[in-house]
């Protein structure tokens, strides 16, 4: 049974960080690329980063976290994070992570992952 447990939300002031944590198990991890997807209250998931299955895989942003968030993955410890710098209350929602398998990995950006995590919610006040 595959599973994605993200952990590292929390209520932060704007300008502050937060480091997200996805652990997966039940998969190849090393097959999977991984993603970052965030959903605020009233609107769809969007995307925001992901990161292909290749050791030093290359990394995709939105264009709205570029330059403030960060994706890496350590394939030791079958775990996604995402450090998330200089928040702003725009960037309050639930974050997912999920798992896409490289035979599919065409449109990281997409939201057709094979398996999604249960989320956790990220506040940033102003």
């Known amino acids: 049974q595959v599973q994605l447990v993200e952990s590292g939300g929390g209520l932060v002031q704007a300008g502050g960080s937060l480091k997200l944590s996805c652990t997966a198990s039940g998969l190849t991890f090393s097959m999977y690329g991984m993603g970052w997807f965030r959903q605020a209250p009233g609107k769809e998931r969007e995307f925001v980063s992901a990161i292909s299955w290749r050791g030093g895989g290359s990394t995709y942003y939105a264009d709205s976290v570029k330059g403030r968030f960060t994706i890496s993955r350590d394939s030791a410890k079958n775990t996604v994070y995402l450090q998330m710098n200089s928040l702003k209350p725009e960037d309050t929602a639930v974050y997912y992570c999920?798992?896409?398998?490289?035979?599919?990995?065409?449109?990281?950006?997409?939201?057709?992952?094979?398996?999604w995590g249960q989320g956790t919610q990220v506040t940033v006040s102003s």
């Open positions: 999920a798992a896409l398998h490289n035979s599919r990995w065409s449109a990281p950006r997409s939201s057709e992952y094979d398996y």
